[in-house]
């Protein structure tokens, strides 16, 4: 009945954001079969989860366009382009309520269903414009988990090659007694580790933003402090490549934001910068205040970016897996998580860069309390 969907992923990745609805959700496979409801279902129609996946989408809707085979409905639409109709729906009590029913044709691992959505007419919220926000919000869904399996797939994969490769030379050279290299190579399998985790709290995090998990909660905070932690953190990295770091801020600038997030955006900003530089190269973090708040720069003279790349940096549809001057893998995640932190704090961060020369990433937060102002360098 599910057509090779594996519904405990289909579950968990809609589950919080159908849920959400105040519209009946139902995913159908093309003969009408139901696969997945929402709660709203449940409590409009009276059935439980139950019962409505033991039926067709024919036993719950009668009238208006609804034949037996629902891909002979959407036959004349495009994958993801919806239409609507007015038909009735049945409760468990026997009654039927006139609603107006939505059905989208959408593709899932290359496989076609149909979301339908349904929502009574006498219910004096716009039943055109509402309900096209929410099908607007599936189809981000969809194409965003797609992206993540693809994501997971290719990087993780790399990550893991890379961690057995290196673990197979440190057995060989203990067998064979020669101790030579190991520590370069224990080196190596401490940045792939790294890069895992890195990576691994890029994916929680994204996905704790999409299923609206992850709490906003500004406070004021020092900057400098935050800074010095996430220098702190990739000290490592910054010896490995001869890195040399400079932070130009004032010593007690602060800023209304969210602690977690504003350290999650600095930390990856700043490993980026450290991964496009050249060996014995410089990185430099200037906080300045301007009129529209305290603007955080991050500034290195490394690869740069080329031109065409810049204006889909941080556009989820345009996925850019680009190594670092020592091949360090890079997934892009980082970038769409910093993206999107920053424009829940109201603003907007911006790339600028120059293929061979270096690039530059800045935003702007809003303004904390001030104190002094005294030049402070690292």
Same mark, same amino acid.
């Given at each position: 009945m599910t057509g090779g969907v594996d519904m405990?992923? #289909?579950?968990?990745?809609? +589950?919080?954001?159908?849920?959400?609805?105040?519209?009946?959700?139902?995913?159908?496979?093309?003969?009408?079969? !139901?696969?997945?409801?929402?709660? $709203?279902? =449940? @409590?409009? =129609?009276?059935?439980?989860?139950?019962? !409505?996946?033991?039926?067709?989408?024919f036993d719950l809707y009668s009238?208006?366009?609804? =034949? +037996?085979?629902?891909?002979?409905?959407?036959?004349?639409?495009?994958?993801?382009?919806?239409?609507?109709?007015?038909?009735?729906?049945k409760s468990k009590d026997g009654s039927f309520l006139p609603v107006m029913l939505t059905l989208v044709p959408i593709h899932i691992e290359n496989q076609k269903y149909i979301v339908v959505l349904s929502r009574g007419v006498d219910n004096h919220q716009p039943v055109v414009e509402a309900p096209s926000k929410n099908y607007a919000r599936l189809r981000?869904?969809?194409?965003?988990?797609?992206?993540?399996?693809?994501? %997971?797939?290719?990087? #993780?994969?790399? %990550?893991?090659?890379?961690?057995?490769?290196?673990?197979?030379?440190? @057995?060989?050279? @203990?067998?064979?007694?020669?101790? &030579?290299?190991? +520590?370069e190579y224990c080196n190596f399998l401490h940045e792939a580790a790294k890069t895992g985790y890195a990576l691994l709290?890029?994916?929680?995090?994204?996905?704790?933003?999409?299923? +609206?998990?992850?709490?906003?909660? *500004?406070?004021? !905070?020092?900057?400098?402090? &935050?800074?010095?932690?996430?220098i702190d953190t990739l000290e490592v990295s910054l010896r490995v490549k001869d890195i040399d770091i400079n932070v130009l801020i004032e010593s007690d600038v602060r800023v209304f934001a969210d602690g977690n997030m504003l350290e =999650?955006?600095?930390?990856?900003?700043?490993?980026? $910068? &450290?991964?496009?530089?050249? *060996?014995?190269?410089?990185?430099?973090?200037? @906080?300045q205040h301007t009129a529209g708040g305290v603007k955080l720069s991050f500034i290195d003279s490394g690869v740069g970016i080329k031109k065409e790349h810049l204006p889909t940096l941080f556009n989820m549809d345009c996925h850019h897996h680009i190594p670092g001057t020592n091949n360090e893998p890079g997934t892009g995640l980082g970038l769409l998580l910093c993206n999107e932190f920053i424009h829940m704090h109201g603003g907007e961060i911006v790339a600028t860069s120059e293929e061979g020369k270096g690039s530059t990433f800045y935003f702007t937060l809003p303004h904390g309390r001030r104190s002094r102002s005294k030049k402070c360098w690292h």
């Open positions: 405990r992923k #289909m579950e968990a990745f809609y +589950g919080n954001s159908a849920d959400r609805l105040v519209d009946v959700f139902c995913l159908n496979d093309i003969e009408g079969n !139901l696969l997945e409801v929402n709660k $709203a279902a =449940t @409590v409009q =129609t009276g059935y439980s989860k139950e019962e !409505l996946l033991q039926m067709k989408v009238g208006g366009l609804l =034949t +037996g085979n629902l891909l002979k409905c959407c036959e004349k639409q495009a994958v993801d382009q919806s239409f609507l109709f007015e038909a009735k729906r981000e869904l969809i194409s965003t988990k797609d992206k993540f399996f693809s994501i %997971i797939a290719h990087d #993780m994969k790399n %990550i893991f090659n890379g961690l057995i490769n290196i673990s197979e030379l440190l @057995v060989f050279q @203990v067998k064979s007694r020669d101790y &030579i290299h190991m +520590g709290e890029n994916l929680l995090e994204w996905a704790r933003v999409q299923t +609206g998990q992850l709490k906003y909660t *500004p406070v004021y !905070l020092s900057v400098h402090d &935050i800074i010095q932690r996430v =999650t955006v600095i930390r990856n900003l700043l490993s980026n $910068a &450290i991964k496009f530089s050249y *060996p014995g190269g410089s990185v430099k973090i200037l @906080v």
